[in-house]
Each structure stands twice: as C-alpha cells, then as structure tokens.
C-alpha cells in the first residue's frame, strides 16, 4: 500500500478543484466570507456527484504571485479548514499558485488538509513573465518534517503545464525523480488548462513507484480511455461554469465513470 492509496479508498480517485474567487489583497475581492461561501457551496455539489477529494486553489488570484503573501496564506488557511469542516465525505487538499509549496504545506498542515499539489518540484522550468522557477526537493521534504507534516502527501506536477523544460529530458525520467524525492503521486497535464495528456505520457510516466495522476483536460468524452492508463484525475476546467462546479457537467462526468455518489 502507498501513502497516497491509505488516503484515498478508492483506487482510481476523482480529485474535484474548488476554484476560489480573488481573496483578501486582490483588488477585486469581495471579501473572505464570499469566499467561504463559494468554496462549501463547491464543497456540496463536488460530494454530492461523488469525487473523492477536493482541492482548493486560488485560481482567480490574479496575476498569480510566484511566493504567497501573507494574507493569501491567512485567507487560504481559513477557507480550508472550513472546507474540511463541512466535508463529509472527500479528502480536502489545498495549492497555493503560482509556485509556493511551503506556503501550501504550512496551510495544510494548519486547515487540517490531507495532500498538497505543487506545480514544480523536479523539473528546472521557465514561464513567459516569470522566468525560471526556484526549485528544491530536498528542502521542501526537509520543510514538510520540520514543521510535524510528514502525514501530508505531495501531488507533484512533472514537465508541467504553460512552462517550458530548461533542459529537456524524458517524461519517465522527470516520473522517477519525482518518485525518487519524495513525491506520494505525480501529476501529468497537457500543455495549458483544458487540454489532456496523451495516454503515450500517462505510460510514459507510469512504473515510477507512485501513483500517476492526470493533471488537466479531464472530461466524460476521455475520462474512460484515459484513467484506464492511470491511477486518478484532478478535475477542473471541464466541471467549471462560471468560476464555479456545474452540477449537470459533473455529473456527467462521474455517470461516464459509472460512479456513484456514496
């Protein structure tokens, strides 16, 4: 058993998103109570269609900030913890964008959350506007240990998305490497949001020693033939109307999966 199937029962779990509106800091934030509100009211339909975890991101904290301010931690803090409060069925994760794992960690580990998703962990990456990210493996497993954290796993992106690779190397390679630092499960998205990993990657990325999850562009027309050569998805633009989870569109989904609530 790894950490990440002790965490999830089932074996091929459906991680919703819960996109968050523009919180406190952001000019155009409407206060930490909306976004309360928004991210339970997301809670109940993602339950109520059956994934099995939810991750909470502050998707429309825009631009994205590479480090975390203090209040974006404040507010993700607390919208978490009153995720996992309302949550009665699905795990809760949290991810704070653009690239601040520690941040992420920290907030977990605060809120009560089971899991993390941090968009670079191996891959020395470079993004128009942002230049290369600052990546540390070590450091942050390192973190995770000294802050009493060990039980919250790392969903690592690979080669990820909107980024380009400063060095090229195989996606299996970026998969071992991943696994080899510490990773409970590793992450595999198409080239920008919405758009799916070719099944060739999700093999590509498979046998690593941890699960390998799809990371963007899941939706009822791939969702079969894709989870077939994987062990999960994260689900979010294809579930999404308006900033917020379309009940119609996921449980489309989920039928297409034959999944059930309960």
């Known amino acids: 058993m790894t950490r990440f199937s002790d965490c999830f029962e089932n074996p091929k779990p459906i991680i919703g998103m819960i996109h968050l509106p523009p919180l406190p800091g952001n000019p155009h934030a409407e206060g930490i109570e909306h976004a309360i509100r ?5 809670l109940h339909v993602l339950e109520e269609c059956g994934v099995d975890g ?3 991101e502050n998707e429309y904290d825009r631009p994205h900030r590479v480090e975390a301010a203090p209040e974006t931690i404040a507010a993700m803090t607390r919208i978490t913890r009153a995720v996992v ?9 949290c991810e704070i964008l653009l690239n601040d794992p520690k941040a992420s960690l920290a907030v977990a580990e605060s809120a009560g959350a089971a899991f993390i998703r941090t ?8 993004r128009p506007g942002y230049g290369e990210f600052f990546i540390d493996p ?3 497993i390192a973190y ?3 802050i009493g954290a060990e039980h919250i796993l790392i969903l690592a992106d690979i080669q990820v998305k909107y980024a380009a690779m400063v060095k090229s190397r195989p996606l299996r390679e970026s998969a071992r490497l991943a ?9 595999v998205t198409g080239d920008q949001s919405g758009a799916a990993p ?4 999700l093999r590509d990325a498979a046998g690593c020693g941890v699960p390998v999850l799809i990371g963007s562009g899941f939706d009822s027309e791939n969702a079969s033939a894709l989870l077939a050569e994987c062990n999960g998805a994260i689900v979010g633009t294809s579930i999404m109307q308006r900033g917020s989870v379309d009940f119609d569109a996921l449980e489309l989904l989920m039928s297409t999966l034959d999944r059930k609530p309960g």
């Open 38 to 42: 928004h991210a339970v009211a997301d």
């Open 54 to 56: 939810v991750l909470v």
């Open 85 to 93: 409060q309302e949550s009665e069925t699905a795990v809760v994760g």
């Open 119 to 126: 968009d670079y962990f191996v891959d020395r990456m470079t």
């Open 138 to 140: 070590d450091a942050l």
């Open 144 to 146: 995770r240990t000294s």
């Open 179 to 187: 696994a080899g630092k510490g990773a409970d499960a590793i992450v």
């Open 198 to 201: 070719s099944a060739g990657h």
